[in-house]
């Protein structure tokens, strides 16, 4: 008798949830970037402009001169959030792949594809392979992506490395993205 009472209980806790987070989106709000490039490869730079009366709007400027042909990357999406004491120890995601095999076949990463299609649609990134010397940018508030529901909302740290593909797998640029997850209606 005492489960039988707990399931409508059990149901209508589930149904209250969907509600609050079927309408839920998660908004990006970014505090800092750090870059660290291998100039012999790439230049890449970081600029967050906030702007509006609270300051609290920002779009992020991002720009990497390539100064040699990629025909073989790799890049690796790692996403931390903070343990209890603040540290980002610990990954809650974490996946590196062949860049050029993504560029051909988009939904090998559903993630990457998610960031990169809104990334390509407010700037020049590279579309295949071989990724030829230029420079490549885009600016973006991160407004328009559609996250994942799985993420919490927390602080985090995205870290975004290239590296150039066999046999050296030398690092072309690192960068390390902090800022915050929010749940709005």
Not at 50 to 71: C, I, M, W
Request: net charge positive; charged share 20%; proline share 5%.
């Amino acid at each position: 008798m005492a489960g039988e009472s707990r399931f409508p209980l059990l149901v209508i806790g589930c149904w209250i949830l969907l509600g609050v987070y079927a309408d839920a989106k998660l908004l990006v709000y970014l505090s800092k970037v750090e870059v660290i490039n291998n100039y012999k490869f790439a230049n890449a730079t970081v600029n967050i402009r906030r702007f509006g009366p609270s300051l609290k709007n920002y779009v992020a400027d991002f720009h990497v001169e390539a100064f040699q042909t990629f025909t073989n990357a790799m890049v690796s999406t790692i996403y931390y959030v903070p343990n209890l004491a603040g540290k980002y120890d610990k990954a809650f995601y974490n996946r590196t792949i062949n860049f050029c095999t993504y560029l051909r076949q988009p939904n090998t990463d559903r993630i990457l594809k998610i960031v990169y299609e809104n990334l390509n649609r407010r700037g020049n990134l590279p579309k295949r392979c071989p990724i030829m010397v230029g420079t490549y940018a885009f600016n973006t508030s991160f407004d328009g992506l559609q996250l994942p529901g799985f993420l919490p909302e927390s602080n985090f740290r995205l870290d975004l490395n290239f590296h150039r593909g066999a046999p050296n797998y030398e690092r072309v640029f690192h960068g390390y993205w902090y800022g915050e997850l929010r749940r709005v209606s």
